[in-house]
């Protein structure tokens, strides 16, 4: 399949997409966000592939939604079309772990598709932010919701109320992002990263990314016994077998997605 906005690579066990319209910094308009989302409902039906990596240029992640192409919308249009909704809550619901690598600027819709990804990796040069106020907007995928849960109520409001960017220490810091890596290693660090995950438990590795998901939905309480119930029927897989096996025999797992 070819793609106008996105390269789409198989790299081993992992999907890598990277986003591709350096002349707009890679703002993220309706057919990149469909590619993206086809890309993605592919790469989940794709059995080899265990985890993607999402990302974009050294200069831009992705600058946000594409401004140019939305500028002239009423509020009647973009509510009756539901505008840009469909596809963008692809990153979301994908059921495989995927990570965001991101060098350069990640605003607005790019800091929200960043957020989406199960981690953050970032280079030195990533700087994140909510801009949309200087446009005389708001966030509206999502991120006046994940930034507050990611760093706090006081930097996402300062974010969000002034615009201000944050660099790529002070999301580590903040917690926005894992890890820091040099702008030049950072897709083949995350494809590393990502095919580790790809080579354990592919059930395992799913329930991780929904139990984990569970702590910013429901209550400890509830988590707690969730990830419980879930932990007991990793008892009923194969790979629970496997993999406790190996260990006791001194070798290397052999799981299904092997
Ligand atoms: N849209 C369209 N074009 C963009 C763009 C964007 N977001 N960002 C940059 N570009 C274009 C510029 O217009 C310019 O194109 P030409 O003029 O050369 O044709 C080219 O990319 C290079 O940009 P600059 O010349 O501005 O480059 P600089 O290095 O000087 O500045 C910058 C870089 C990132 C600081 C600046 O470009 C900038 O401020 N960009 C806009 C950032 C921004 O405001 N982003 C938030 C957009 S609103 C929703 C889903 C998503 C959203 C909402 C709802 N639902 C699911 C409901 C998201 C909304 C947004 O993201």
Do not use: H
Not at 237 to 254: I, W, Y
Request: proline share 3%.
């Amino acid at each position: 399949m070819s793609y106008e906005t996105i390269l789409v690579e198989t790299r081993k066990n992992v999907g890598l997409i990277t986003f591709n319209r350096p002349e707009a910094l890679n703002a993220l308009s309706t057919t990149l966000i469909t590619e993206l989302a086809e890309a993605l409902r592919v790469m989940e039906k794709t059995d080899e592939i265990g985890a993607i990596v999402l990302t974009g240029s050294e200069k831009a992640f992705a600058a946000g939604a594409d401004i140019k192409e939305m500028q002239s919308k009423s509020w009647p249009d973009s509510f009756v079309e539901d505008f840009i909704t469909d596809g963008w809550e692809q990153v979301a619901a994908c059921r495989k772990p995927i990570i965001a690598a991101v060098s350069g600027f990640a605003l607005g819709g790019g800091c929200e598709i960043a957020m989406m990804c199960d981690f953050i990796l970032a280079s030195e040069t990533a700087q994140f932010g909510q801009p949309e106020i200087k446009i005389g907007v708001w966030p509206g995928a999502g991120g006046s919701q994940r930034l507050t849960r990611l760093v706090g109520k006081s930097k996402s409001m300062e974010m969000c109320l002034t615009g201000r960017m944050m660099d790529a220490d002070e999301a580590e810091r903040s917690g926005l992002v894992s890890r820091i890596i040099p702008v030049a290693d950072l897709v083949e660090d995350a494809v590393a990263t990502a095919q580790k995950i790809a080579s354990m438990s592919r059930p395992a590795t799913m329930m991780v990314k929904d139990v984990v998901d569970r702590a910013y939905e429901t209550t400890l309480a509830e988590g707690v016994r969730y990830e419980r119930r879930m932990f007991q029927a990793s008892f009923g897989t194969p790979d629970q077998r496997e993999g406790m096996a190996a260990f006791v025999e001194k070798r290397k797992p052999k799981f299904g997605s092997d």
